[in-house]
């Protein structure tokens, strides 16, 4: 609401005020997910270890960034430095095994064709001895040895 002509600037808009030092509940009466959030952000400087109330998976990401936040420089610039390699040495082997699988796959379709090929090549030299051409003629067109045709 604007101060000087009582004006509601947006009807929508509202402000909701938390007094942390009002929330006085313990570790033992923390029952809803708002009364926990209440309690970690009051509690949180206090905090050695986690509380067994706040044990599940949605805090875990907070106090994870809690304990980096509260890094000296000297132990700041060590753990950027070793997300960094660690990043790095990630960012290498996934492109290494994305490179492996592409890899694998095309060798793969290769051998594919190849025995689709080979099984073709098989298929004329069959018909072409049934036809009673002679086994140089069947090697010069299919690309198969003599043994190959000869066992056909």
Known sequence: MDKETYEVFYDKLTFIYLEMPNFRKGERELETQFDKWMYVL?????????????????????????????????????????????RDNKNAMDYAIKEAVEQAVEQAVEQAVSTTQQKERLEIAKEMKKDGHSIEMISKYTSLTKEQIEKL
């Open 42 to 86: 009051k509690n949180l400087p206090k905090f050695q270890e986690k509380p067994k109330k706040l044990q599940e998976k949605v805090f875990e990401k907070l106090f994870l960034e809690a304990e980096v936040a509260k890094l000296n420089k000297k132990e700041m610039k060590t753990y950027q430095e070793s997300l960094k390699v660690y």
